[in-house]
């Protein structure tokens, strides 16, 4: 028991510090990669073309089957109703022949025939009823069949080459799904990034609004401030109070979404890796080039489309093959008991056989052709589709670049905001200590220096989003 208490502790600690380190962009991304549901699933759907594609490998070759029975028979079966008289014959010197043993008339020697009209035969032999019954109640019979396509109008070889693009679009599904993911992933990182620099922002503008009260209630007891000055800060520092109380509980929100989305507890508030950095250590980049022919050939999308062409291709084939003539080799061993292949004997015995079959097609009121034709139909419609996604990636890539572009632009700018409004505010402190400043005039500086600031943390935010948006759209997002 002792041992069980000393185990639980141990990976309870262990827990408790992987939750106090640091998790990092790239550990968030392989975590919802690993754990997420969808991408379960995309891993599932690869096997499954995998499987596919060796099952229709599997049809180059003979296919061996086994048909087996038994049949019970109420009644046997018996070739006659009765006993049977046959007519015999002796073999006559005179003519080299052999004639019918027939009773004849003792007085003229001509054959007697009798009231049906037919000759009386003077000898016969008999088959006995029972001699040609046989039992038949228990019948078990088998059969083990070879089977060997030779020519089937093309149809197999389409059908292999249909899994192996089928396997191929799955894995270009499954990255597909992935660069979602990951894109997912990030908005939620720098979410939680910039909801955290904002917590912190608006601690530090309740820190200055609750200077400000003290100072300006100072201010009243001396007697050169009024109570309604007193009022208007004291209202200020309950709205920022406020609006500090949702950005926490924002925070807590956003690190259970990401917890989630990593496949951890709702419960697990992770810290993340760049929480804690400044605003002046993000190093915007620059947008990168790129060639639209490349950009093609990266997207998992269009590469997905691209196979959806070539599937719908051999597809055509398959339609095709159903008009074309299909060849085959067939071999068998067949046995049963009873067996009848040296006289009726009850118990087991076989034989083999081979054979060819030929199947030819010629008229179906144009059902096969048709059936083509709405296969060729359908790969028009992927190339089609196909052509105009290339026009709106190049649309989607451009869009992305000047919005990336934009998104630096603009957090530029934010930076000297910032220094404007840093200035601004310490002057306005300043005029506020000399006396020659309002509380009105303070509290516009200290709202201007919180808006710069957060307007900062949002460009930031944003650059970041765009940046791996846009190497999304050009197909380098690495997952």
Not at 52 to 72: C, K, L, S
Not at 207 to 224: F, S
Request: hydrophobic fraction near 45%; include cysteine.
């Amino acid at each position: 028991m002792m041992r069980r208490v000393v185990v639980s502790a141990v990976l309870l600690c262990g827990l408790m510090i992987a939750a106090a380190q640091s998790v990092s962009l790239d550990s968030c991304r392989a975590m919802a990669l690993r754990s997420n549901k969808q991408m379960l699933i995309e891993a599932e759907k690869i096997n499954q073309a995998g499987y596919q594609r060796r099952e229709a490998w599997a049809a180059y070759f003979p296919a061996i089957d086994f048909t087996g029975g038994y049949v019970y028979n109420q009644k046997d079966i018996s070739i006659f109703d009765s006993d049977q008289l046959l007519p015999t014959k002796s073999f006559n010197a005179a003519t080299g022949t052999y004639e019918f043993n027939l009773v004849t008339n003792p007085a003229t020697g001509e054959p007697v025939k009798g009231p049906d009209g037919q000759y009386i035969p003077s000898t016969v032999a008999l088959i006995p009823k029972e001699s040609m019954t046989y039992d038949i109640h228990n019948v078990f019979f088998g059969a083990v069949t070879l089977t060997q396509p030779i020519f089937m109008g093309g149809k197999i070889i389409a059908m292999n080459r249909i899994t192996h693009f089928a396997e191929d679009l799955a894995v270009a599904m499954r990255n597909s799904e992935a660069e979602n993911l990951i894109y997912a992933v990030d908005a939620a990182y720098w979410q939680i990034v910039s909801l955290v620099a904002k917590e912190n922002l608006a601690t530090s503008y309740v820190a200055l609004l609750d200077t400000l009260h003290r100072n300006v209630d100072a201010m009243v007891r001396e007697g050169v401030a009024t109570q309604s000055d007193l009022l208007s800060v004291k209202v200020k520092l309950n709205q920022a109070q406020i609006d500090l109380l949702k950005v926490e509980n924002g925070v807590t929100l956003s690190r259970m979404a990401l917890a989630r989305m990593c496949g951890l507890s709702i419960d697990n508030q992770m810290t993340l890796a760049d929480e804690s950095l400044e605003d002046s250590q993000y190093v915007p980049l620059s947008t990168p080039d790129y060639d639209m022919a490349q950009v093609y050939e990266r997207r998992q999308d269009l590469r997905a489309l691209g196979l959806g062409v070539k599937i719908s291709e051999q597809q055509s084939n398959v339609a095709k093959a159903a008009m074309m003539p299909s060849v085959a080799v067939i071999g068998s061993y067949s046995f049963s008991n009873p067996n009848m292949y040296d006289g009726f004997k009850n118990r087991f015995d076989g034989a083999f056989s081979v054979g060819a079959s030929v199947s030819i097609p010629i008229w179906h009121w144009g059902g096969n052709y048709n059936k083509y034709r709405v296969a060729k139909a359908e790969e028009t419609i992927m190339r089609l589709r196909l052509a105009e996604a290339k026009e709106q990636v190049e649309l989607q890539v451009n869009q992305a670049r000047f919005k990336y572009q934009e998104s630096l632009k603009t957090y530029r700018m934010t930076l000297e905001n910032i220094n404007s409004a840093d200035e601004n505010l310490r002057q306005a402190q300043i005029g506020f200590k000399e006396g020659f400043m309002t509380i009105d005039n303070v509290m516009a500086a200290q709202t201007a220096w919180l808006q710069a600031r957060s307007e900062c943390i949002d460009a930031l935010i944003d650059v970041r989003l765009c940046d791996t948006y846009l190497n999304k759209v050009l197909g380098t997002l690495m997952y």
